[in-house]
Structure formats: structure tokens, C-alpha cells
């Protein structure tokens, strides 16, 4: 195993779903085999939009911890930990936020994007919470001396804002923090069933990893075929169509270049072309499922996993927390 660490997480807003699975669960299956991986459940960060729903918040930590073991992460090898139950993020959160100026957050291509999709919980002006977020995330990060981070491009700011952070802190307190770096690896973006760019709980567009088989076919048959396929034997273009878009994710390449071929000469019906995407997602989901069904039925073993890898990863960030005290010169009751 290399000596990197890794950290990587999820904000427990819903279940997991297969644009998390394509875009970030495989390649965490992949690196725990390569990096020492801690995953957090940043359910103080899901609270900076969701302060007024916490059972929201709550409710869904044991559905992603199940989602992230059904898809094949082993708790042996990473450490999982609830984000809330460590302290000291929030206290590096609060050093870290000297060294951060509101117009540098203000003008983080991430915050900006999600501050205007998120218009409808923040009307006008967003919260001090929320726009603080990077800070959150830079504590996150240094906590635990994470030198890895797997992001995708949209959220390379993010990385970007917490290496300015761990500059400013080393420059000005001394060389006490690591600089992490953003890992691209494989992490795709997968879009929704409606062809919008982004897959979501809000947009209604996702097909989660717990979905059975009847809440599968309702989506997969309502998904954006070709607009301008009338009759089964007009000639269609698979590149506008969802239903080809998912084949390109779950079926073989066999399966591809006779369902693209076949939909070109309108020798293809749509209802058809979905029935066999529905059993390819089906099969392949079934594993997962029957990994997710075992840990359902034993809700013990899971907060078990989460509190052992809560006390684990606590005692990182308290041996972060001296560090940071003591450059800080903030050790006043400290022998000697
Ligand atoms: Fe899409 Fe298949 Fe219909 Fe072609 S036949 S438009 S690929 S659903």
C-alpha cells in the first residue's frame, strides 16, 4: 500500500446512485487497494444547506455508509467517520477561516455554481455557513494529513482554495501542514435520465443503487429517447438518445454496436431497446443489492464500522490539532 492518503467523502443528503457509482464509488474501490483511504460522512457539510432539516441529515448517514459497503469498499481497509463527531474539524475550520478573505470565497468557481443552483434555499443572499464551506473542507483535509484528493474537475477550486490555505497557515505559523493534491483518476460525470448534465435527488433524473427492479422500469421507460423517432421504423441517432447513453454503461460492446446499428436503419423499437437496458441495469445492480440487503439487516455492524472508524480517525486529527496549537502558540496550559 502506498503511504498517500487518501480522503474522500459524501454530504448524507440521499441515497447513493449510479452517477455516484460511475463517478467516484468505482475508482474508491480501486484506490483502497493502492492508498490508506479515509471516507468521511460530512454531514456538518450537508448541514450548510440543509440546517432546517436534520433528521434529513441523520437518516441518511447509515444509507450511505450501506451504499459505499454494497458497492465493494472494505471497512478493513478504509476508515469510515462521522464528520460531526470530530471537533477538531470544526476548530481548525474556525483558525482557518483568518486566512481566507470572504471576496477569495466569493469568487470560487465551485461555491459560485452551487450558490446559484441552490437560489431557492438561499433566495438572495447565501449563508456564512455555506459560503465558508472550502474552509470546512480545507480542516477536513489537513485533519487527517490527506495528501490525496479524488475530485472531479468541477471541484478542482475546492483543492485549489485549501492549498492556498495550508500555504498561508506554514507561511505564516511555520511548516506544519501537508499540501494535498487533487486526484482526476477516473471520475466522470454521468448525466441524468432526462439528458440533464447533472444527476440528482432534486432533479428527479436518477436511478439510485437501491432501486428495485419496478422503481427501475419506471425510470428507465420514461427516460429521453430520439425526439425526432416517430414510428418504430423511422431512422434514429443513438448519440441523442438516454436509453443509448446508459447501454454505453452497462451493456457489452456486442450489445452496443447492434443496438446503435439497429436503431440507424429503424430496425429497433424503443420499447424494446429500454426492456434490455432495464435487465442489463437490473443484473448488474444485483450484486450491490444483495451486499446492501446484508448489511440492512444488520444495522449494528454498521454503526459499529462507522464509530471504530470515528475513534480511529478522532485520534489523527487531535495529533493534527497539537500541531496546529502549538504553532499557533495557542499551548497556555502546556507543561513546562
Ligand atoms: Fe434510443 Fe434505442 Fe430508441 Fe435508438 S432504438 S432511439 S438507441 S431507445
Known amino acids: 500500500m502506498d503511504t498517500k492518503r487518501i480522503l474522500t467523502g459524501d454530504r448524507p443528503t440521499g441515497k447513493l446512485h449510479i452517477g455516484h457509482y460511475f463517478g467516484s464509488l468505482q475508482n474508491r ?3 483502497q487497494q493502492i492508498y490508506e483511504t479515509f471516507i468521511e460522512v460530512a454531514d456538518v457539510q450537508a448541514l450548510t444547506d440543509n440546517f432546517a432539516n436534520p433528521e434529513k441529515v441523520k437518516n441518511n448517514v447509515k444509507e450511505i455508509v450501506m451504499d459505499e459497503l454494497a458497492v465493494g469498499i472494505d471497512p478493513n481497509k478504509v476508515t469510515f467517520f462521522l464528520q460531526s463527531m470530530i471537533p477538531e474539524i470544526a476548530e481548525l475550520t474556525v483558525f482557518y477561516s483568518n486566512l481566507v478573505t470572504i471576496a477569495r470565497l466569493e469568487r470560487n468557481p465551485t461555491v459560485k455554481t452551487e450558490i446559484a443552483q441552490k437560489r431557492e434555499i438561499f433566495g438572495e443572499s447565501v449563508t456564512y455557513g455555506f459560503l465558508g464551506y472550502p474552509v470546512s473542507q480545507a480542516a477536513d483535509i489537513t485533519a487527517f494529513d490527506a ?66 427492479e419496478e422503481e427501475i422500469v419506471k425510470k428507465v421507460m420514461s427516460a429521453i429517447t430520439d ?47 429500454k426492456k434490455q437496458l432495464i435487465k442489463n441495469i ?44 502549538n504553532a499557533m502558540k495557542l499551548d497556555y496550559f502546556k507543561e513546562g
Open 29 to 31: 474501490v480501486k484506490l
Open 147 to 212: 495528501t490525496l484528493i479524488p475530485v472531479g474537475e468541477d471541484q478542482l477550486p475546492l483543492i485549489e482554495q485549501c492549498r492556498e490555505i495550508v500555504r498561508k497557515f506554514n507561511s505564516i505559523y511555520g511548516e506544519t501542514l501537508k499540501e494535498p493534491q487533487a486526484y482526476l483518476g477516473e471520475n466522470k460525470r454521468i448525466k441524468g435520465l432526462d439528458g440533464n448534465e447533472k444527476m440528482g435527488k432534486s432533479l428527479g433524473n436518477a436511478i439510485y443503487l437501491a432501486d428495485n
Open 227 to 273: 425526439p425526432n423517432r416517430i414510428k418504430k421504423d423511422d431512422p434514429g441517432n443513438p448519440n441523442i438518445c438516454m436509453v443509448a447513453y446508459y447501454h454505453n454503461l452497462f451493456s457489452t460492446k456486442e450489445e452496443i454496436e447492434a443496438i446503435c446499428e439497429e436503431c440507424k436503419k429503424g430496425k429497433r423499437g424503443c420499447v424494446t431497446c
Open 282 to 325: 437490473v443484473e448488474h445492480l444485483a450484486p450491490i443489492q444483495e451486499k446492501r440487503h446484508y448489511y440492512e439487516e444488520r444495522p449494528k455492524l454498521v454503526k459499529e464500522i462507522l464509530i471504530e472508524g470515528t475513534v480511529k480517525a478522532r485520534k489523527e486529527a487531535k495529533i493534527t490539532m497539537e500541531k496546529v496549537k
